[in-house]
């Protein structure tokens, strides 16, 4: 298709032109960062140096929880290189989300390699009523989570597909599918790996104060399921009110023919008469295997309660992982089997292989995060940072809504930069969550603020490889679009959930309901 000539861009606003030169500079300055895995050998070098000073100092100070004084021990000593060499195995080993991803990851591949979520993705924008798709695709961005990565691949150019089907504009699908995604990264109406991965940091770096206390995937639940649903709504609001308007005003631009063709594209979001039967069978399973459990659980000696007959510390809330790997492995054996992508049970360990392979950028960023928060735990320098933290906080009288605030700030800018949740939260969970432990306030509240912080961004910086993915999608259709174009459609998404989403957050805190299974809120 040749194009025809357009009128000239306009002129972009003076707003717009300052942001774009501050996004530039923050590109430039994140391009120069290390790769995450040195990131946090810099730190770890930065820490021994830091420890040392310290020492020499004879930092300390009084855990009020223990009643002990905890004074930094230095990094450079001879104590300090025997724990790093000697510890280096059990520092990883033990790593508290390195297990808990692994054995869900091992369902959620089968589910995954027998092609079960991406059909479930599918099935749920295929037939969807015109004026209902941009909730259900937003909200099925929300499921999607559960896929981790792998909802970015499949989703964003589906979006894209399924605006096309109904005569709206492909790159307006791309957006909501990518901002949904990317931006409502940690809420979920499902538990995900997310959950687990950010449970376990959090675990390790509550037992700085509190040994025993433990972080499980479904401590925020409650709050994940909720801030699914309004940031489902707000997509919907903000972009048919704002996103669509301003998608409409640009400049007229011949559309490039898609290399598949349009009835491609139907055949991409089309199920096969296998798919559907695969899905209503996996669907049945799934019921079957969730009732087993209920019933399991309701006598009240049953072995699958926990101590006292309770539901919340039962094995099945507390080893919630192998309930979700068992669930994903089940259900994708079950369509795997419908649809021929399971033949044999030979099949099953061999995506459970290929699944684990893709996570070994995971398994070797989690080596160099174990080492440094076990350093960080040995020298004492966080356990003094956060109690010397804690007390200025209670000398100046800034309460928990103030606190909270702080996060999101400190965190929302650092996102910017580094775009691994995982990372950023080891970066920052081991001096904000024994802080907040001193403030009265649980481990639990302040994942839940850090959630909000670590995801809005995500669809508004260039740091994030699948922002660059997406503006390739977004110039299939447009060819015109750049990083400004890009940027000009996600930037209100993305603010407007932030805003909405700390005042979700808020009125939860206020109103106390609990964030989980168990988990209040203060």
Same mark, same amino acid.
């Given at each position: ?23 530039? $500079? ?9 790769? &995450? ?34 004074? /930094? ?39 995954? $390699? ?42 964003? &150019? ?71 649903? /309004? ?5 919907? /609001? ?42 209503r069978h996996a669907g049945l399973v799934l019921l079957v295997y969730a009732a087993l459990i209920v019933a399991a659980m309701i006598p009240s000696g049953s072995p699958l309660r926990g101590e006292g007959g309770s539901i919340v510390q039962s094995p099945v809330l507390t080893g919630i992982a192998v309930v979700l790997a068992v669930a994903f492995l089940i259900v994708g054996a079950v369509y ?53 933290g804690a007390d200025l906080l209670k000398t100046a009288g800034i309460t928990g809504p103030l606190a909270f605030l702080g996060i999101l700030l400190v965190c929302t800018v650092i996102n910017l930069l580094v775009t691994s949740g995982s990372a950023q939260w080891a970066l920052v969970g081991p001096v904000f969550v024994p802080m907040f432990m001193l403030l009265d306030i649980p481990p639990e ?78």
């Open positions: 298709m040749t194009a025809t000539s357009s009128p000239p861009s306009p002129a972009p606003s003076k707003q717009l032109t300052r942001l774009l030169s501050v996004l530039m $500079r923050i590109e430039r300055m994140g391009n120069k960062l290390p790769h &995450p895995f040195w990131l946090f050998g810099v730190l770890s070098v930065v820490l021994a140096l830091a420890s040392w000073a310290l020492s020499a100092a004879g930092a300390s100070a009084l855990n009020p929880a223990t009643d002990k004084t905890v004074a /930094v021990q230095s990094l450079v000593s001879g104590a300090g290189l025997q724990m790093m060499i000697n510890d280096a195995v059990t520092n990883y080993a033990t790593f508290p989300p390195l297990g808990t991803i692994l054995v869900v990851m091992l369902g959620v591949a089968v589910a995954d $390699r027998s092609g079960l979520l991406s059909a479930m993705l599918r099935a749920a924008v295929a037939r969807v009523p015109a004026r209902w798709l941009t909730f259900t695709l937003s909200f099925t961005a929300m499921v999607a989570h559960v896929a981790s990565d792998a909802a970015y691949v499949v989703l964003v &150019p589906l979006g894209a597909m399924a605006f096309r089907a109904v005569g709206r504009s492909p790159m307006l699908g791309a957006v909501v599918a990518f901002v949904s995604v990317s931006a409502g990264y940690d809420a979920s109406p499902l538990v995900t790996p997310t959950d687990a991965i950010l449970a376990g940091l959090t675990t390790a770096a509550a037992q700085t104060v509190d040994p025993g206390y433990v972080v499980t995937p479904l401590s925020n639940y409650f709050f994940s399921i909720g801030s699914s649903v /309004v940031l489902a709504l707000v997509v919907t /609001v903000v972009t048919e009110k704002v996103i669509a308007r301003r998608v409409a005003a640009m400049p007229e631009e011949d559309e490039p023919e898609p290399e598949s063709g349009p009835a491609g594209e139907a055949d991409t979001l089309t199920l096969r008469d296998e798919e559907r039967r695969g899905l795997g089997r419908a649809v021929g992508t399971v033949r044999t049970g030979r099949d099953i360990p061999d995506h459970m292989a290929k699944g684990l392979r893709e996570m070994a950028p995971i398994l070797v960023l989690f080596f160099a995060i174990s080492q440094f928060l076990a350093y960080f735990k040995w020298t004492g320098v966080g356990e003094v940072l956060a109690i010397n509240v302040t994942q839940a603020v850090y959630r909000i912080a670590d995801s809005c961004t995500n669809a508004a910086t260039p740091m994030s490889a699948y922002f660059v993915m997406t503006l390739g999608i977004v110039q299939r259709y447009r060819r015109s679009a750049g990083i400004g174009t890009l940027l000009s459609l996600t930037l209100p998404l993305c603010l407007t959930m932030l805003a909405t989403w700390t005042l979700l957050f808020y009125a939860w805190w206020a109103l106390g309901i609990p964030l989980g299974p168990g988990v209040p809120v203060r």
